[in-house]
C-alpha cells in the first residue's frame, strides 16, 4: 500500500484560511460507505440523520496557547516552541524551529516570567525543556502564548476561541478536535432533545497531526504517542447503546481513534486512560464506531487513510474530487462529511 495511492489534487483556494462567521452554517456531504453513494446538504441538516439512541461522541480536548517564542539567552536568537506533551515536574517535550539553535543546555528567554531550560536533544526538532517561572503558568500561557495554527492556515486568527470547540474542557491539545468546530451549543441542546445521547472522551491531540507521511510505504510509518481516557461512566454508555442496537457516531478523527484503541475484539467499552499510537489504514476492521462526522483532510494524510479504512478508498477519492469541483472549503475551518452506513 502506498502513500501516493491517497494522494489527490486541492487547489490552495479551497484550503480555508478563516472560520465562517457561524459555526453551524458549513456545507457538509453525506458519504454511504457502503455502496459509495454521496450527496450534497448542509451541517445544519447533520441531526437528520440521527435517531434517537444513538450516541453522538465528542473530543473534550481544549487546544494549549503553547506556540511561543522567545530569545536565546546566550546569543539573542529568535527560538520557536510548540509545547507537544507535558512530562511531569514542568518538564515539557516540545518541537522546536529552529532546531539547530539549541543544545542541551540552552536557555530560552520568553519573558520576566518564564523561561526553558533544553533538558534533552531529540530527533526530528524535538527536544525536552524544563520551564521556569513565576505565578501559574497555564496564566502566563495565556498572556504569552499563541494558538498553534496548522502550517497551512497562513491567515491570523481574530478570535482564538474560535479554534476551540464550544466544549472544550480539558487543556492539553497542539491542534483541535476540528470536526467538532461546527457545533453550537445550541445546536447540541437540539441533538439531546431529539433523544440522542451525547458523550465526552479525551485525546490531547499531539505531533501526529503535523507529521506528514514520508515514507513510501504506508505501513512503515509510524505514529505518534497521545494521551486518552474514557470514564466509567462513558463506557456504560457506549455498551448500552450498542446492546440496544442503536449507533455509536464519532466526531472526528481524534474520537474515531480513541474509541478504536479502547473497544475489545467484540466492539465493548471499559474506563481506561493511557497512550496510544494507534494507525488506522486500509485493511482496519472497524469495532468502536459506526458513523463518522470529518473534516476534509490533507492528500496523503494518516487521517484520509483512516477514512479510506472506514469507507473504502474509492468511495472516499471520487466524493473529495467532486468536493474540489463543487468548491467545498478544506481542512480545519472547512465543510465536513458525515460517513454513514444508512441510506442518505
Request: glycine share 6%; proline share 3%; aromatic share 10%.
Amino acid at each position: 500500500m502506498k502513500t501516493e495511492d491517497f494522494d489527490y489534487f486541492l487547489p490552495k483556494e479551497l484550503i480555508a484560511q478563516t472560520p465562517l462567521k457561524k459555526r453551524d452554517t458549513s456545507k457538509m456531504m453525506a458519504l454511504n460507505r457502503f455502496n459509495d453513494k454521496y450527496k450534497d446538504d448542509v451541517f445544519a441538516n447533520f441531526i437528520n440523520y440521527l435517531n434517537p439512541g444513538d450516541t453522538l461522541v465528542l473530543n473534550d480536548t481544549k487546544v494549549l496557547p503553547a506556540r511561543l517564542i522567545g530569545i536565546k539567552y546566550e546569543t539573542g536568537a529568535v527560538v520557536e516552541l510548540l509545547m507537544l506533551k507535558e512530562l511531569g515536574a514542568d518538564s515539557w517535550e516540545c518541537l522546536c524551529r529552529p532546531a539547530k539553535r539549541v543544545k542541551e543546555g540552552t536557555i530560552i528567554n520568553f519573558s520576566d516570567k518564564l523561561k526553558a531550560l533544553c533538558t534533552k536533544v531529540g530527533n526530528d526538532g524535538l527536544r525536552n525543556f524544563k520551564l521556569i517561572y513565576s505565578g501559574i503558568l497555564l496564566e502566563i500561557l495565556d498572556e504569552l502564548g499563541e494558538v498553534p495554527l496548522p502550517p497551512y492556515i497562513t491567515q491570523k486568527l481574530d478570535d482564538k476561541n474560535r479554534y476551540q470547540t464550544v466544549y472544550a474542557k480539558n487543556v492539553g491539545s497542539a491542534a483541535a478536535p476540528t470536526a467538532g468546530l461546527h457545533f453550537t451549543k445550541d445546536y447540541l441542546e437540539k441533538i439531546k432533545a431529539k433523544g440522542v445521547n451525547i458523550a465526552f472522551i479525551t485525546l490531547h491531540v499531539g505531533l501526529g497531526t503535523f507529521r506528514p507521511v514520508v515514507v513510501e510505504d504506508v505501513t512503515k510509518h509510524e505514529m505518534h504517542e497521545e494521551y486518552y481516557e474514557m470514564s466509567s461512566e462513558v463506557a456504560e454508555l457506549l455498551n448500552n447503546t450498542r446492546k440496544n442496537g442503536k449507533r455509536i457516531i464519532a466526531v472526528g478523527t481524534t474520537t474515531t481513534r480513541t474509541l478504536e484503541t479502547i473497544a475489545s475484539d467484540e466492539g465493548k467499552f471499559k474506563a481506561q486512560s493511557g497512550l496510544t499510537k494507534i494507525f488506522i489504514y486500509p485493511g482496519y476492521k472497524f469495532k468502536g464506531i459506526d458513523a463518522l462526522l470529518t473534516n476534509f483532510h490533507l492528500p496523503k494524510s494518516t487521517l484520509i487513510m483512516l477514512i479510506s479504512a472506514f469507507a473504502g478508498k474509492k468511495g472516499v477519492l471520487d466524493a473529495y474530487k467532486h468536493a474540489v469541483d463543487s468548491k467545498y472549503r478544506f481542512f480545519s475551518f472547512g465543510d465536513c462529511m458525515f460517513i454513514t452506513g444508512e441510506d442518505i
